[in-house]
């Protein structure tokens, strides 16, 4: 993979389906640019990573062995992410079609 024009980051914490869904809506955005996926769980401990990696495998999943919070969990997830900017997503957040282009465009 080339460069990477955005980094898109997710923190999970027991909400397996919602970060499944933004995930969804995430691969249904069209754009140009390349981009990666970081969901980071602030140590559930239930089955998030196995509900979310089987369904999407290609995503950077980080799981911590501490629940940092919302603010420190992207900041190190951010520490992981290549991309030349940042989107960072609540897990229950859904995008557009259009949202990707329009992020790294602007």
Do not use: W
């Not at 923190?11 to 969901?39: F, G, H, R, W």
């Not at 290609?58 to 991309?83: P, T, V, Y």
């Amino acid at each position: 993979m080339g460069v990477i024009d955005l980094s898109i980051i997710i923190i999970n914490y027991k909400t397996p389906n919602l970060v499944c869904d933004c995930l969804a809506s995430i691969y249904k955005s069209k754009t140009k640019y390349n981009y990666e996926i970081i969901v980071l769980d602030n140590n559930s401990q239930d089955d998030s990573k196995k509900i979310i990696t089987k369904k999407y495998s290609k995503i950077k999943f980080i799981a911590e062995q501490k629940n940092h919070g919302f603010a420190k969990g992207n900041n190190l997830a951010a520490k992981k992410a290549r991309g030349r900017y940042f989107l960072f997503l609540n897990s229950d957040t859904l995008v557009y079609k259009d949202t990707i282009q329009k992020a790294v465009a602007r």
